[in-house]
């Protein structure tokens, strides 16, 4: 069971408090109308799916309740970083040579 | 009953203390501190269990958790059954019920022997798929019991397991798993500055390998005393945790790791109340893994008959129980430990027959050791065979030439052979932690790479062989302490041979055997590199080598050395298997916990359960609420009951407790902004005091729910939602709002249960509220339909909406949940004057099919959209956006043939059809031809006089009037596509 960090709470929470939200900073069409069909297309339905790190949206559930955003690396599971929902995407460059491998 | 073969002294039983038991309804007596092989040898029993295939005879193998022959059932009474137990690891207790498996009908004469004696090929690698491919149907008839009998291993038990589970979720800094030398002196050195340590190693007495070195001196102490020393320091220390008969089954992300404690299994009289097991949820800042290594057997022709096992599990008998293998041993070994076992035993009184080294020349130590005590050893040798039927009688002998090949030169008799294959460290937790292996090319052997997690693997798990290299390890990892002085030991040295002993005999005609639970042999894992199979990965599952519930402790190795021989590759790239958790298996009770029976899920009740219990109702479970179903009179059918309940409220009316639908409190100054970007429908000019019905969308156009929506000020909506869609369309909602709309200034707030809701529908429900309400006028004219009041109802507030489910006149009454039962009865005894029912969740049903209203998860699944559902109506055109409108106008969603919600009326107006059956456009499906749609809902109906349905139908709305086929069974039936209403298609009763 993961430890997950809530940027909101600023505590280390079992990952039974948490619900994974699919991945983040796929920001909703400002005027859907004006979008393409093909375009939205892939707004609903086509996410990266990534080997690595991943950038995804979390919800502390059973906590505080605010969705935020993590950096995930898929093969191994280690969580490198959380940040609020709105903040930007860190650089992953950064994380993954400070957090190693 | 004397003990056969138990020493005059020595190990670490009490003597003094007898323990009688029964194994196959044979009484014996043990001493306590036995487990259950331990007794069992004691008293000259080697047949233990038959083999899972072959059902050949089977003693023990090992003296521990690597064991895969000795599994047996322990009964206790009262429903207390564990199947699949190691007797290695059954601690014997006054009274034990045992029984071997397998076997029928007893263990000396068992009829699946002949299984052994079927034509070679039959049982082969892969013979699971091979032997059942064909004739189809031959599996259900056919294999498939005759595999349910014949093979198999413990029976399932029967009754409830009348034990109870607990769980701990527990942390510390320094977790120890293994309480050898290694592990105590981790223990040791972490604990000494204060960190909080757990040490959990799954035997009932810590210490390891220390309790079976007699000769061994640390400190000038004996081992045995160093080690109970040791425990007696970190008891004392109260930042120590010690738990016994506890087993690190599972190591996962972040060092959290399962360990699962046996509390009484142990124990011949259950103490009042207490758990069995417990299953610790731990987090570790840092692990020490200190599991040691498993010996391994030798892959030998019938190098599986009782009497025959591990030497180091001889040394465990011998040192730790006081018992002896047998009287005349044999012991072929790959390195220096099987010298260790073969000098224990002579000076107990063994007689050593042989030594048999496939080495030419033994280590220094050991050759010096053998001399001394005048042992014959047979260096280059192998054991090339054995005879005996239920115990070994003797073990033939070849001479390894210098080209390898081998010469048969003598037999020798024995009743025990002991093999020393060379010790394969146990990195099961370490893998799990998701750590590297590396391949140690000089000693064969896979050891810990790199770790993943905050963690460190000390002593033998760690390639750190014998008990001097494990001190030194274990207090190094602990830092602290230098590691005490060791003399008097033979430390083994690792790995040595694996893979298959070279014989001079037909391969086609002997069964050596690799993995003894799943009786595989060399030869299946041979035929499977020729049948081309190259990853270990798949020979492992077509021959099962590895797969039984000892997960290939005594087995992998083997196997993974024969297969690369086969592949003519170095080991390390064949690759290994994967170790999952758990290490051993850990009963279903203990994951489970008190999480069962009444405890398995909470229950939900409404307001009015109790009233509804003593009125005779039929409760249906509707996620966790309890719902009441209908409410049957004496002798009433459910259909009679229906029928009534429908029928009276359309006459009159009916009561109906609607509290478990999902209420969300909109408020804020954006709120009717929100609710249009939410909800289909158009909200602004929602007055407040008026309701509408909202349907709600997901981002990609399909309905997920639905609920009437009243607003009680510019900026307050009360919204209903489905009864199992609350929590889902809250986080929906949360879900946009802080991640999407930001700007809008809005909170949500989850009602459903600060509200009871009493729904009263029917002509007289007006009449039924008149005497009731206070201060709010309810007449036709004040309030009309999909309007809302406040007020007061029975002296307490409320929320009157005039909604209707049913078609009829209808109020849904909200009070304060507290005040729900008082004001149904008071509502009730109203309504009786009318002569009124209480209806259920299955009226409800029918009310409203007659009325073609939808039920979100029952006409929908996911894939449909209001289009599809006829529900056009319901959608704001003007608003610019809303969740779901782009979505809307995609190219899928425009299709003529998509499937729409029509009515159904069968033939037979009788004929109730299924719900989710499948319609098609002709009485016989064609194949290949998909199925036009399926039945969503369907009912006897009162008001129609006859059975009516709805459907969702590929371009169903033009087919008003076509004969549509629902194949069934016993045949298809016919039914007309009609509109979905069956009853006051012009909506003139909602007025009463
Ligand atoms: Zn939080």
Request: charged share 20%.
């Amino acid at each position: 069971m993961l430890l997950i960090r809530c940027p909101v709470c600023e505590m280390d929470r079992p990952e039974l408090e948490f619900r994974y939200g699919g991945e983040a900073h796929v920001a909703r069409p400002l005027d859907p109308s004006s979008v393409s069909d093909q375009d939205w297309a892939e707004y609903l339905y086509f996410r990266s799916n990534p080997r690595g790190v991943h950038a995804e949206r979390w919800r502390h559930t059973s906590g505080c309740g605010r969705f935020f955003n993590a950096i995930r690396h898929t093969v191994t599971d280690r969580i490198l970083a959380t940040y609020k929902a709105g903040e930007p995407k860190p650089d992953l460059a950064t994380l993954t040579g400070e957090t190693g491998r | 009953m004397t003990q056969p073969f138990r020493t005059a002294a020595g190990g670490h039983v009490d003597r003094a203390r007898a323990i009688p038991f029964t194994f196959d309804g044979k009484s014996y007596t043990g001493h306590a501190g036995d487990t259950l092989a331990s007794a069992l040898l004691a008293n000259g029993v080697a047949l233990m269990g038959r083999s899972f295939k072959y059902h050949r005879p089977r003693g023990v193998l090992g003296a521990g958790a690597e064991e895969p022959n000795a599994l047996v059932s322990v009964s206790r009474g009262g429903g207390r059954f564990t199947p699949n137990l190691r007797a290695t690891q059954v601690e014997l207790y006054e009274g034990l019920v045992a029984e071997s498996q397998n076997r029928w009908p007893s263990l000396a004469v068992d009829v699946g022997e002949v299984n052994n004696l079927v034509p070679p090929g039959v049982f082969s690698a892969g013979f699971y798929y091979k032997t059942f491919m064909a004739p189809a149907g031959a599996w259900k008839g056919v294999y498939e019991p005759f595999i349910r009998k014949a093979a198999g291993l413990g029976v399932v038990p029967r009754e409830p397991d009348p034990d109870h589970y607990t769980h701990r979720y527990a942390f510390c800094d320094v977790l120890v798993v293994g309480a050898g030398a290694a592990g105590l002196a981790a223990a040791l050195a972490a604990s000494e500055g204060g960190a909080r340590v757990i040490v959990a190693d799954e035997n009932p007495a810590m210490g390891g390998g220390l309790l079976d070195e007699p000769d061994l001196a640390i400190d000038g102490q004996p081992a045995a005393a160093w080690a109970a020393q040791a425990v007696a320091t970190l008891v004392a220390r109260t930042n120590v945790t010690l738990l016994t008969r506890t087993q690190a089954f599972g190591y996962y992300a972040q060092n959290f790791v399962g360990l699962a404690q046996r509390l009484t299994d142990h124990l011949a009289a259950l103490p009042a109340h207490a758990p069995r097991e417990r299953m610790w949820k731990l987090r570790a800042g840092r692990v020490v893994l200190a599991t040691g290594a498993i010996e391994q057997p030798l892959v030998f022709p019938d190098n599986d008959r009782p009497g025959i096992m591990l030497a180091g599990a001889a040394r465990t008998y011998l040192n730790r129980y006081g018992v002896k293998p047998g009287d005349h041993a044999v012991v072929f070994t790959v390195d220096d430990s099987g010298y260790a076992a073969a000098l224990d035993l002579a000076r107990a009184g063994v007689a050593i027959a042989a030594v048999v080294d496939v080495r030419p020349e033994p280590g220094e130590a050991a050759a010096l050791a053998a001399n001394a005590a005048a042992l014959r050893v047979l260096s280059a040798s192998v054991i090339t065979g054995t005879s005996g039927r239920l115990r070994v009688s003797g073990a033939e002998i070849g001479k390894v030439g210098p080209d390898g090949t081998v010469r048969p030169v003598e037999r020798i008799a024995c009743d025990c052979v002991l093999m020393a294959g060379g010790w394969v460290p146990a990195v099961h937790l370490f893998s799990q932690s998701r750590g590297k292996l590396r391949f140690d090319d000089a000693r064969g052997i896979y050891l810990p790479g790199e770790p993943a997690q905050a963690q460190l693997s000390v002593g033998a798990c760690n390639g750190a062989f014998g008990i001097a290299a494990a001190l030194a390890e274990g207090f190094a990892a602990g830092g602290a302490g230098a590691a005490p002085a060791v003399s008097g030991e033979i430390a083994p040295m690792g790995g040595g041979f694996q893979g298959a002993v070279p014989h001079h005999r037909d391969p086609q005609k002997v069964k050596a055997f690799v993995d003894f639970q799943n009786d595989v042999t060399a030869k299946d894992i041979r035929l499977a590199v020729r049948e081309g199979f190259r990853s270990i990965e798949h020979v492992k599952r077509y021959t099962t080598n590895g797969m039984a519930t000892d997960q290939g402790k005594t087995s992998n190795m083997n196997g993974l050395a024969i297969a690369a021989g086969a592949l003519d590759k170095p080991v390390p790239q064949v690759g290994l298997t994967t170790f999952r958790a758990p290490y051993t298996p850990v009963t279903f009770g203990s994951f489970a916990g008190h999480s069962r029976d009444h405890l398995f899920d909470p229950v939900r009740k409404t307001a009015t359960h109790a009233w509804a219990q003593a009125n005779g109702a039929v409760f249906e479970d509707v996620g966790l609420w309890k719902r009441a179903w209908y409410f049957p009179k004496p002798g009433e059918t459910m259909h009679a009951a229906v029928a009534r309940e429908c029928r009276t409220v359309r006459d009159t009316g009916g009561v109906f407790d609607a509290s478990t639908l999902g209420k969300i409190e909109v408020v804020g100054p954006d709120a009717a902004e929100f609710m249009n970007r939410l909800y289909t429908n158009p909200w602004t000019k929602l007055e407040p005091g008026r309701c509408r019905y909202g349907l709600m969308l997901n981002e990609q156009g399909f309905v997920i729910d639905d609920g009437v929506i009243g607003r009680l000020a510019p900026d307050r909506f009360h919204v209903t939602t489905t009864t199992g869609g609350a929590p889902r369309v809250l986080a929906h909602m949360e879900d946009y709002l802080q991640t999407e709309f930001t700007d809008l200034k809005v909170w949500l707030t989850s009602t459903t249960e600060q509200w009871a809701v009493i729904a009263v529908q029917g002509p007289n429900a007006r009449r039924v509220l008149q005497p009731l309400v206070d201060g709010i006028d309810i007449s036709r004219e004040a309030m009309p339909h999909m309007s809302l009041r406040e007020g007061r109802i029975c002296g307490v507030p409320t929320r009157l909406f005039r909604v209707s489910f049913t078609g009829e006149l209808g109020f849904e009454v909200n009070v304060p949940a507290d005040h729900g039962l008082a004001a149904w009865e008071a509502i009730w005894a109203e309504s009786q004057r009318y002569g009124m029912a209480a209806y259920g969740t299955e009226s409800m049903h029918v009310l409203r099919a007659e009325k073609g209203f939808i039920i979100v998860g029952q006409e929908t699944d996911g894939t449909v959209t209001p289009n599809d559902l006829g529900l056009d109506w319901a959608i704001g055109k003007l608003k610019p956006d809303f969740v779901g409108k782009r979505s809307l106008t995609r190219p899928d969603m425009l299709k003529a043939d998509r499937k729409q919600l029509v009515g159904l009326l069968t033939a037979d107006p009788a004929a109730v059809l299924e719900e989710g059956a499948q319609i098609t456009a002709e009485a016989t499906p064609i194949r290949g031809r998909p199925a036009l749609g399926h039945v969503t809902s369907s009912y006897a109906s009162p008001a129609a006089g006859r059975s009516i349905a709805m459907a969702l139908v590929a371009g169903g709305r033009a087919r008003m009037g076509e004969t549509v086929f629902i194949p069934m069974p016993a045949g298809p039936i016919a039914a007309q596509v009609c509109e979905p209403i069956f009853h006051d298609k012009d909506g003139s009763r909602l007025d009463g």
